[in-house]
Each structure stands twice: as C-alpha cells, then as structure tokens.
C-alpha cells in the first residue's frame, strides 16, 4: 500500500510539472531539454557508453530547433532539416522494432556509434518539442493532450492486462505485457480522443482518433524497445530519479519512441490541408 501511495504521488508530481510547464513557451523548452538530458544520461548507462558527445550532439540539435526563429531564416529551413531528422529517425526505430521479434541483443553498431543515442532518444525530444511548436504556431494543447492519451493507454493497458490479460504480448522482453492489455489501452486511448476532440477545436476527431492509435501501437513499442535494453543491462529501471517509478526514462520512453511518427502523421495533416 505505501508503494503504491509513492507511486501515485511521484506521478502526480510529475503530472502537474509537466503540465504546468507546458502552459508557457520557454518553460516547455526548458523543462523538455532537462528532461532529454536526464533520459539521455539514463540510457548511456544502460548501453554502457561514457562518452559526452552524445550529450554536446543532444544540447546542439534541441536548442537549434528550440531557437531557430531567433538564429537562423527563413523559417522554412527549419521544416527541411526537420524532414532529414525525421527519416532517419524512422529508419532507426523501424530497425529496433524488428530487433524485438529477434532473440539477439540490439545491435552494437546502433549503441555505439551514437546512432540510438542521436536518432531515438535525442530525436524523440526534439520532435516533442516540434510537435509542441507546431509549425511556428506554439500549441500547447496539442502536446498535452498527445501526454495525455499516453497515460490513458499505459493506465488502461495495466488494469486491463492484470484483470483480463492472458495472452503475453513479448513474453521474453516484458513477461507482463499481454495482447488483451495492449488492446484494451489502445480502446481506452480511443475514447480518450473522443473526449479531447468534443473539447478542443486544434483538431477533428478523426485525427485525434489517429493519433490515440499512433501512441497506443508505438508507444506500447517504445516500451517494449527500452525494456529490452534493460533486458541486456540486467537491471529493472533505468534509474532511481522517480520514487515507485524508476528512471524518467520509464516514464517517457513510449512518449519519446511515438514522438517522430506522430510528427509524421502531423507534417502530412499540415501539408494537405
């Protein structure tokens, strides 16, 4: 019961953080950029890498895109490196997904070329930070409720799991993960963006409805991705930073593996309308 009260209270905490920080430009640059370094600490140690340029290649390309109307024109330019970043990005999450359905470790090139530490974790908050500036027009509801959904799948995906689950979804990766939890998170998820649409003109429900699918398939991935390098470092959580929780990375890893394909989807809403 006292874990339990610790692992509510440190979430809420969490919550209300990040929330309130969203409400404000700068305070959501900042407080992602902390949050990214925080992560990307988390997950050099579990990969076992010491070197600090993946922390100089992080600070450059969060705060280029985070001040870039400041630095740099046109702005457009911006949306071109941000389309370079994103296949790339893609490609890379795309390889580390098939490496869940393999019994082998994750790649080493990945690890220690400073691919994954660049292209899924440094990129993921990137594209958080460029789905909250959506396209010059800073929108704060977009990455909130996109936070939102998140917690809605991963709430429901554990109650549904423990009550009804059977079927383990990657039983040698997350022995509790199973196929009625994941859908179950994905329903909820659903009718979560049901909810947001009714409230919120930014988008219609159709596209809501997309991206609640989006965070419920990747994000369920993301996890997946993070518990198999836990896996290999033999550790349970990336690090203690969060009481009942672990690592921030813990919390953030479905948002940050999610983060460049619901951007994908958002540049395609972007462009066709």
């Excluded at 700068?26 to 902390?34: K, R």
């Excluded at 340029?53 to 630095?71: G, K, T």
């Excluded at 660049?118 to 993921?124: A, D, I, Q, R």
């Amino acid at each position: 019961m006292k874990e339990l009260t610790t692992r509510a209270l440190s979430g809420l905490l969490f919550a209300v953080i990040l929330i309130g920080s969203l409400q404000f430009k700068y305070a959501c640059i900042t407080i992602f950029f902390i949050f990214g370094f925080i992560c990307l600490g988390e997950f050099n140690k579990l990969i076992g890498q010491r070197n600090r340029a993946s922390y100089i290649i992080y600070m450059v390309m969060f705060l280029a895109v985070a001040f870039w109307d400041q630095l740099f024109t046109p702005l457009e330019s911006l949306s071109d490196i941000s389309q370079i970043l994103l296949v790339i990005c893609l490609f890379v999450n795309l390889f580390l997904i098939r490496d869940l359905f393999s019994s082998k470790s994750l790649p080493t090139l990945l690890s220690n070329q400073f691919i994954n530490t660049t292209f899924y974790v440094s990129s993921g908050f990137v594209f958080l930070l460029l789905i909250a500036l959506n396209f010059g027009n800073y929108s704060p509801e977009m990455i909130m409720f996109i936070f939102i959904l998140i917690w809605i799948n991963d709430t429901f995906a554990y109650i549904v799991g423990k009550n009804f689950g059977k079927q383990k979804l990657f039983e040698s990766i997350s022995p509790k993960k199973t196929v009625e939890g994941f859908l179950g998170g994905v329903f909820f998820a659903a009718l979560g963006s049901y909810v947001i649409a009714n409230y919120t003109d930014s988008l219609n429900f159709t596209s809501w409805l997309i991206i609640s699918v989006i965070v419920g398939v990747f994000g369920t991935l993301g996890d997946l991705v993070e518990s198999k390098y836990k896996r290999q470092a033999s550790v349970k959580d990336s690090g203690k930073i969060m009481p009942g929780h672990g690592g921030l990375l813990d919390r953030l890893d479905s948002v940050i593996f999610a983060a460049p394909f619901i951007y994908l989807f958002l540049r395609i809403l972007n462009y066709v309308s």
